[in-house]
């Protein structure tokens, strides 16, 4: 039951922490893709789309050449932590972010594409600034498909397995996440085990979609977009 | 003041225009893709010309580094310039007060000219104030949109087709409530329309423009005297489509005037305009109440004399102003105290001999004129 315990947590941080890096960066690309017109967008595109379209083992295996000493990412943290994040915590972390991106990206970037760019513009012509107008315009507007993005890159990196076996391993209590730990269960026939662990995936899944379908209530009535032509 | 001299290319399209704007209301009208909107956008900041200038009372909003050496280039949000767009751009997530208060709150309070609750009571919205958007009619838009733009005090009103979405009765509110803005507030205003009655009936001088470039700068109904004999008149683009192929003033020409309800008989009601009464059909409204009236100006007869026994109950003295030709019609601008355009045929004029200076009459019926709130 102990380890139980220390295998939820563990994914929750996991997850959470991969969430917290997808947002912020999810937005930023979203943002360019959607609103900005430069050279290479297309590239870019599919770029961020790509793990999307390759099997997790394949993404872990890339994470696991570039966390390694050889990659300017692996030499990034042995400089900075004296050791290379592979099988830590923070390469299942890495992993699940890796993981989620795309699908962050294209749940941020229907949202952005949904607000009515000349609505930002009139915020700016009435004094607000591009931070200002993200903030008090954009993102009001867009409130729907980000929390659709975050809840949808929230379960992805918490049922995250192929990419994290490889780049993180499956070690228990260091970077055992629930899927790993279920898969082990099983291999070892120790299926009363994996049932637990089954049933607590149901109730956090449950736990997330309520969240989710609660912050979206709260944006209110009245919220309809305003009709409009051209 | 304003005054720019500008240049943008963008793929099949370029504008090159200059110009001077005094504080009054300026019109900028063409057909659909002459580059009004591109222009006004240049104005406002939320599109960069490639070259040349924009000043707004003595303030470089932009300057390339071929027009000034150094370039200058001023945010939109830090121009204070307030622009009303055709269907509003409210803010969907706001009701009414906040979205005229966004703006009031950015700038700073010791410029703050105008309290937004009593731009909301001037522009009659004071019973909507926690409506969102969404639920308000597009009349009031349209007025949600202009307390927004005042309310940050601003240098100039842009106003983008204000009208295009609205039908002919919130028209001719709307339109008059810009007019009473200009008075009160005494802010200068460019209006961009391709419709002629809305540009005869509010700006002072007006500005034609023609696949990116300037055709025309005067008073409107000089210009559009003068985009008649260029065969330009405005709306008849063969590419335009919908509302700005209808703009064209061969008609559609509509005189709109500011009037008062006076007394009713069972039948008909007089509204005053200016110094002339006009019968109209029964209005259920008070003595007093001010209305919009609409006339246009294929439905007045010219008549050399003071016509008699005649079942049109209006006949106006007046003095021919100007006189132009498009299309085969004549308009003639005719001063009665209002001035109303009337739209005859050729033949017609030859024959009653009219000539700038001359007096005649003007014959309609009480049916032909529209009242609208005003």
Known sequence: MNSDISIVALSLQTAIVATAVTLPLGMFFAWLLVRKDFRGKFALDVLVSLPLALPPVVIGYVLLWAVGSNAWLGQLSVSLFGSTIAFTWFAAALAAAVVSFPLVVRSFAAALAGVDPRLEIAARGLGAGPARTFVTVTLPLAYRGVIAGVLLGFVRALSEFGATIVVAGNIPGRTQTIPSAIFTRISTGDTDAAWRLVIVSVVIGIAALAIHNWLLKRSGPGYARQGGSN | ?374
């Open chain 2, 1 to 374: 003041m304003i005054s720019f001299d500008l240049q943008l290319s963008r793929s099949g399209f370029s504008l090159d225009v200059s110009g001077v704007f005094d504080d009054g209301i300026t019109a900028i009208f063409g057909p659909s893709g002459a580059g009004k909107s591109t222009l006004l956008n240049c104005i406002a900041g939320s599109l960069r010309p490639d070259g040349g200038w924009i000043e707004l009372d003595d303030r470089v909003l932009f300057s390339s580094a071929e027009a000034t050496r150094v370039a200058t280039w001023t945010a939109p949000e830090k121009r204070r310039i307030g622009t009303v767009y055709q269907d509003g751009a409210l803010f969907p997530h706001l009701d009414v007060q906040r979205n005229i208060e966004f703006g009031y709150r950015l700038i700073p309070e010791s410029s703050r000219r105008f309290d937004p609750l009593e731009l909301a009571e001037f522009l009659g919205l004071s019973g909507l104030l926690s409506r969102k958007p969404a639920e308000l009619s597009g009349g009031e838009r349209q007025r949600v949109a202009i307390a927004r733009a005042l309310a940050i005090s601003p240098n100039l009103l842009l106003l983008d087709e204000p009208l295009a979405s609205l039908d002919a009765a919130r028209r001719g509110s709307v339109l008059n409530y810009l007019k009473r803005v200009h008075v009160e507030f005494e802010i200068p205003m460019i209006y961009v329309s391709h419709s002629v009655t809305e540009v005869v009936s509010i700006a002072s001088k007006a500005m034609l423009l023609r696949e990116g470039r300037v055709a025309g700068f005067d008073r409107p109904s000089a210009l559009l005297l003068r985009a008649a004999a260029m065969g330009s008149v405005v709306g008849a683009d063969p590419d335009a489509a919908g509302p700005d192929a209808a703009g064209t003033p061969t008609d559609r020409f509509e005189n709109i005037l500011d009037g008062v309800i006076g007394e009713s008989t069972d039948h008909s009601t007089i509204v005053r305009v200016g110094d002339i009464e006009i019968s109209t059909r029964r209005q259920n409204r008070n003595p007093g109440d001010s209305v919009v009236v609409s006339l246009g100006a294929s439905q007045i007869i010219l008549a050399a004399s003071r016509p008699v026994n005649l079942s049109a109950r209006n006949i106006v003295k007046g003095m021919v102003v100007e006189v132009w030709s498009s299309g085969g019609m004549v308009f003639t601008e005719i001063d009665a105290g209002p001035k109303f355009i009337v739209e005859i045929t050729e033949n017609a004029m030859s024959e009653l001999g009219i000539t700038v200076g001359n007096e005649v009459f003007l014959v309609f019926k009480s049916s032909s004129v529209d009242v609208f709130d005003a």
